[in-house]
């Protein structure tokens, strides 16, 4: 019993000594900190009354919209220009794109190459067929490749040609 009051009293002495005024200063710099501080919001901004805008851009075309340029009638323009009177050929309908070229033909001194499309059906092409649908006219076939003359129509309505190349299927896989 006399351990227990002896350390008891151990501890009560210990914790007074604790408690003393060391950090006084301390405390005392954080009041005075505190008195000073004070939150300082600066005030909203003015806010403008609403001003409706009048849209009168109705009759122009949207520009978000996608337009299918509508081909020059009349021969107006001159220079390059498809022929919309021709009748148009089966390959005609599909993107060159989507187009491949499976094999090649020769039949005396005159290549032709064959053609899948995209629902699997094969066509016979020559030079002077037309494929695609930048009205492509095939101006040579070789062993490897279909070389076709394109009429494109820029943003201005003006014609002018491009040469594609479609190669033979096995001659792109083995590129890859």
Wanted: glycine residues 8%.
């Amino acid at each position: 019993m006399m351990r227990a009051l002896l350390s008891s009293v151990l501890c009560s002495l210990l914790l007074a000594a604790c408690g003393g005024e060391e950090f006084s200063d301390l405390k005392q710099f954080v009041e005075d900190a505190q008195k000073d501080l004070r939150g300082k919001t600066e005030p909203l901004p003015e806010v403008k009354p609403y001003e409706p805008f009048p849209y009168t851009a109705f009759d122009l075309p949207d520009p978000f919209k996608p337009r299918k340029i509508e081909p020059l009638k009349g021969g107006g323009g001159g220079g390059l220009q498809p022929d919309l009177n021709r009748p148009k050929e089966p390959l005609e309908a599909y993107p060159l794109e989507s187009l491949s070229m499976v094999g090649v033909i020769k039949q005396g001194k005159v290549y032709h190459a064959l053609i899948k499309t995209p629902d699997r059906t094969l066509y016979r092409v020559k030079v002077g067929n037309y494929m695609g649908q930048n009205f492509g006219i095939i101006t040579d076939i070789n062993e490897a490749d279909v070389i076709l003359k394109e009429l494109v129509q820029d943003s201005a309505g003006d014609w002018s040609e491009q040469t594609s190349t479609l190669q033979l299927q096995e001659e792109q896989e083995r590129k890859k």
